[in-house]
């Protein structure tokens, strides 16, 4: 069982300067909604309630979304305006919301990491709110909970991207495994290649099923030349052992 998903939302959102001076990249808004609320809903969507948030410092008001705003309740109760909170306070009552600072934006494996105590000794969802990602009928989350279900390990989400874009993701390399759902079972991950290194097309999105030995693997794995953990080089790990699978999802990326 799936019960728990993990937000990293610690980064510095430099690419989005001056945006991201003061506001938290995730909380950044497609049309009224910040990114971060689409993907709790996905979260819920997939029948995972308990929400652990990796922030750090100047993000306090991810906190405050999803949280009572009492004075601003009272203001609008019994009014024409309402209405526009129901959404929000639903979220809200449906699910548990607990945090953790990561101190130094060591990269998306770091902030994995340091929310080890979040989760505990189970397999958990991960979801990277700047990847919004839209679904016909089953939320991409439903899905990959599926696969793990069938596989028991690792699962990551995956796409078809330009060649000449490979630089910009990690992109693994692997075998089919199954037809009919599109999942493979991946022999080799690179992190964020040249198009002439590449192993193929097949880009990491923001979406994950972890198993738990993951943080142990984390705890051992080599900064980057940049200084930064990646996720990437930990599942390597995982994936020499087999215990990868990668999944092309049904529905459509946005990266935001
Ligand atoms: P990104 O690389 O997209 O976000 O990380 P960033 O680091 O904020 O962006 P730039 O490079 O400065 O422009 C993907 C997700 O991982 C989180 C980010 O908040 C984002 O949601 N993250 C990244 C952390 O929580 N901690 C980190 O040290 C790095």
Do not use: W
Request: hydrophobic share 40%; net charge negative.
């Amino acid at each position: 069982m799936i019960k728990k998903c993990l937000f990293p939302a610690a980064g510095y959102g430099t690419r989005f300067l001056p945006a991201t001076k003061a506001v938290p990249k995730e909380m950044l808004p497609i049309l009224t909604k910040p990114l971060l609320q689409y993907g709790v809903e996905e979260a819920l969507a997939a029948g995972i309630d308990i929400m652990a948030i990796v922030t750090g410092r100047g993000k306090r008001s991810i906190e405050d979304h999803f949280d009572n705003a009492f004075e601003l309740e009272s203001q609008l109760s019994g009014t024409a305006k309402e209405s526009y909170l129901k959404e929000i306070k639903t979220v809200i009552e449906s699910a548990t919301f607990t945090y953790v600072r990561q101190r130094q934006m060591l990269g998306l494996g770091n902030a994995i990491l340091t929310g080890e105590h979040l989760i505990g000794d189970e397999p958990f969802a991960v979801i990277l709110a700047d990847d919004l990602c839209d679904y016909d009928n089953k939320s991409v989350l439903s899905q990959m909970k599926e696969i793990y279900n069938k596989y028991q390990c690792s699962i990551i989400a995956i796409e078809e991207i330009p060649m000449d874009k490979t630089s910009n993701y990690g992109v693994i390399s692997g075998y089919l495994v199954d037809k009919t759902n599109d999942t493979y079972r991946v022999t080799n991950m690179v992190e964020k290649p040249e198009p002439k290194n590449a192993p193929s097309n097949m880009a990491i999105i923001g979406r994950y099923i972890l198993t738990p030995d993951i943080f142990n693997i984390l705890e051992n794995i080599k900064p980057d030349k940049n200084g930064e953990i990646q996720i990437t080089d930990a599942l390597n790990i995982q994936a020499k052992e087999g215990k990868v699978i990668a999944y092309k999802f049904d529905g459509k990326r946005f990266d935001c």
